[in-house]
C-alpha cells in the first residue's frame, strides 16, 4: 500500500458543485500539505496543516476548504467549483523533524466542466 | 520572495548519454533542497534530498550537486536510459520559514529516445 492515498484518482464534476478530494497517510508525519499542479505553473500551496488543531492557509487557499479529522487524514473541499479549479491536487506529508523530506501521493485529476 | 527555475524546460537524449539538468534559486536562505521525478499521470517520487550544510548526494545512477552561494543545483544523470524518461522537478525548503512548505520549479520534461 501507498505511505500516501489520495482519492478518487481521477473526477469529473460540473459547475458549482461541492466536491471533496480524501486523503490518508500511514507515514505517521504530523504535517500534510496540498498541492495544485498547473501546466507551466508549478506546484503551489493551498493549504497545510501541522496537526488536527492547527490548520493554515496557503498561497491560493479562496475557494478551498480543509478538514484534519485525524491525524493520518487531511481532505480538501471545493465548495463550489469552477473551471479555473481544473488541475492536478497532490497531497503530501512532511517530517517534523531533520532532515525534512516530504512524501507525496499519486494525485487527483479534478476536472471541473 | 524565493523563485526556483529550471532550464531547460525539456531536453532529449539518445540512451546511453550523460546529462545534467539545471536548478537554480534566488534565495540562498534555503533549509534544503529536494528533487523529484513525476511521471505522467502519477504522483512525485522523491529523488534525492540535499540539506543546505551538504554539497551533494549520490543514488545509484543520480547525483545531486548544491552550491548555495551561487543559488544552483545540478541533479547529474549517468548513462541514461529509456526508463529515465519523466518531468524532473527541484523543490527549495525555505530556511526562514516555519511552514515547511516546499517552492518547486517548472519542471524539466526528460526524453530518452532508445
Known amino acids: 500500500d501507498a505511505d500516501v492515498t489520495q482519492t478518487p484518482r481521477n473526477r469529473i464534476t460540473k459547475t458549482g458543485k461541492r466536491i471533496m478530494l480524501e486523503c490518508s497517510q500511514t507515514?505517521?508525519?504530523?504535517?500534510m500539505y496540498w498541492y495544485r499542479q498547473d501546466p507551466g505553473l508549478g506546484l503551489r500551496l493551498i493549504y497545510y496543516s501541522f496537526d488536527v488543531k492547527d490548520i493554515n492557509k496557503g498561497e491560493i487557499s479562496d475557494g478551498y476548504s480543509v478538514s484534519r479529522q485525524a491525524q493520518a487524514k487531511f481532505s480538501l473541499s471545493l465548495e463550489s467549483a469552477i473551471p479555473n479549479q481544473t488541475a492536478l491536487y497532490f497531497c503530501a506529508t512532511s517530517e517534523r523533524a531533520f532532515p525534512y523530506g516530504y512524501t507525496f501521493g499519486s494525485g487527483t485529476r479534478l476536472t471541473v466542466v | 520572495k524565493q523563485e526556483v527555475t529550471q532550464i531547460p524546460a525539456a531536453l532529449s537524449v539518445p540512451e546511453g548519454e550523460n546529462l545534467v539538468l539545471n536548478c537554480s534559486f534566488t534565495d540562498s536562505a534555503i533549509y534544503n533542497l529536494q528533487w523529484f521525478r513525476q511521471d505522467p499521470g502519477k504522483g512525485l517520487t522523491s529523488l534525492l534530498l540535499?540539506?543546505?550544510?551538504?554539497r551533494e548526494q549520490t543514488s545509484g545512477r543520480l547525483n545531486a550537486s548544491l552550491d548555495k552561494s551561487s543559488g544552483r543545483s545540478t541533479l547529474y544523470i549517468a548513462a541514461s536510459q529509456p526508463g529515465d524518461s519523466a518531468t524532473y522537478l527541484c523543490a527549495v525548503r525555505l530556511g526562514s520559514s516555519n511552514t515547511g512548505k516546499l517552492i518547486f520549479g517548472q519542471g524539466t520534461t526528460l526524453q530518452v529516445k532508445p
Open positions: 507515514k505517521g508525519h504530523d504535517r
Open positions: 540535499i540539506q543546505s550544510s551538504q
